[in-house]
């Protein structure tokens, strides 16, 4: 006896079974699958549909079966057309007929609405410990280099000086905004569709609340029809991790060109680079530019998404099957990720001569123009001043400190010998030391408010 065999004449097509089954895809929610029969079983026993007795071979039945998916021992059997059925079929095997009693009032709409749920809302808690585990490599990068100076980039052209904590951190708040949107759209998608049938509801008594409370979800669905087809929480979750992928590119971006030996500010650890099968002197990235590369699946999976949800008609309809292989590509990609990057902040070289190196005295141009700003000149004039003393010392070839004073005073009077103490890197940087700046007292500050978020496994304080 299959599913729904009755009304029809003929089996299903084998090639449209291939088509249809998602077995192949979702067999990794057996977990969620099996622990929502379990409270299913029992608030129908509530409700007066199975006896204690049968209610209790029917969850020691469910629990062998997730010990057989667990050891890997589960049989799939040849019309197990998705989890939900693999799982039904085992039980009806196990128990006998009264293992056919647990579908009562439950569809597989509702089902697999709230396995995917349990199922994304355990990947929300896991991928959020290894974003913890991320920002605590960058904090501890970050706190070796609270005084190493580095060039700041605007536009790749290098602007002011820098500390190289300063722009670590840069990252961990990019990725403690993406912690607390996992956070957020874990308690977003916290909301229980069983109960909801095909489309209508069911007839039976269920106690929708205690049902909810045994599965960890915070709350119950107010409309059924919704409840079945609701994927927001897909579409949410894949944007938090797009958006996440898209700072992690950047982080790329950046470990990828500092470790070019146009740069070498920094350096991947052996175990963290790969090699070139021609070129026996390559050094590459590679897991920076995968990094980089997986944003664009990630974009793909949250596209492929929306564009499903879009024009869907009212209720359940199988568009929605394609939602999961998007959703845990997605998590998938993170979690192998994750802890590439975590291990490459924490195995970083960083070249403190090589940084040195970069630094030009034009990047004081900024500091030149306060000085003159101090002396009383309006910042905008200071300005214009300064860009001709850049030019001047441009077409002599030579560094700003080495134009004489002379040169100074004929641009502005208010240019005084104490000029020459602007063009000192690491004071430009110590002027910086506005809440959030660059200056390595300020950076300590920031430091110290990241371990209060990072000692949050929330990700707030
Ligand atoms: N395998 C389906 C899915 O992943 C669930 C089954 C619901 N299908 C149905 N024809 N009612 O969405």
Redesign the pocket.
Known sequence: MGLWGGVFREPTDDDLRKLN??LPF?QRMYRQDIEGSIAYAQAIRDAGVLTAQECLKITQALKQIRKEFDEGTFVFAAGD????TAVERRLIELVGAIGGKLHTGR???D???TD?RLWAMDACADLQKLLANFQHALVEKAEAHVETLMVGYTHVQPAQPVTVAHWLMSYFWMVQRDRQRLYEARRRMSVLPLGSG?LAGTPLNINRAQLAKNLGFTGVSENSLDAVSDRDFVADMLYVLTLLGAHLSRLAEDFIWFSSPSFSFVRLHDRYSTGSSLMPQKRNADPMELARGKVGRLIGNLVAVLAMLKGLPTG?N?D??E??EALFDAVDQMQQLLPVLTAVVRTLAVNEEALLRALSEEMLATDVADYLVTKGMPFREAHHVVGRLVRLAQERGVMLSALPLADYQALSPLFAQDVYAVFDFMQSVRQRAVQGGTAPEAVQAQLVAAREQLHNELGFV
Do not use: G, M, P, W
């Open positions: 089954d998602s979702d057309e998705d989890i939900h569809s597989r709409n089902q697999v609405a995917l095909a359940y199988k929605l099957q939602d999961k």
